[in-house]
């Protein structure tokens, strides 16, 4: 069920539990409205909970991209070796 259909069938119940005022004799329809409003309502609670339950994101594991041989820059036939060095100043919060 629907959240429209949900929806109807709440407003359907409350006309019959509220707006309408006959005597069937057999049939109570203020009962009928209340269990038409349950069910509209019940059905809108399901249908919320399953959308909710299917907006869930589920992350697809990451695949690693294996290289045979590390690619070395060359610059005028020769090899450029990059380095990395930190300098520490005296009084920057780290311990030296």
């Known amino acids: 069920m629907g959240i429209g259909a949900s929806i109807f069938l709440i407003a ?3 006309i019959f539990a509220f707006a309408i005022d006959a005597n069937l004799g057999w049939l109570n329809l203020n009962v009928v409205g209340w269990v038409l409003m349950l069910a ?4 809108l ?5 399953f959308w909710n339950s299917r907006r869930r994101v589920v992350a697809a594991p990451v ?3 294996v290289v045979a041989e590390p690619v070395v820059p060359v610059q005028d036939d020769r ?3 990059e380095e990395y060095r930190e300098v520490r100043r005296p009084g920057s919060g780290y311990p030296a």
């Open 12 to 14: 359907l119940g409350a």
């Open 40 to 43: 509209g309502v019940a059905g």
């Open 45 to 49: 609670l399901t249908t919320l909970y």
């Open 63 to 65: 695949r690693e991209r």
């Open 79 to 81: 090899v450029v070796r």
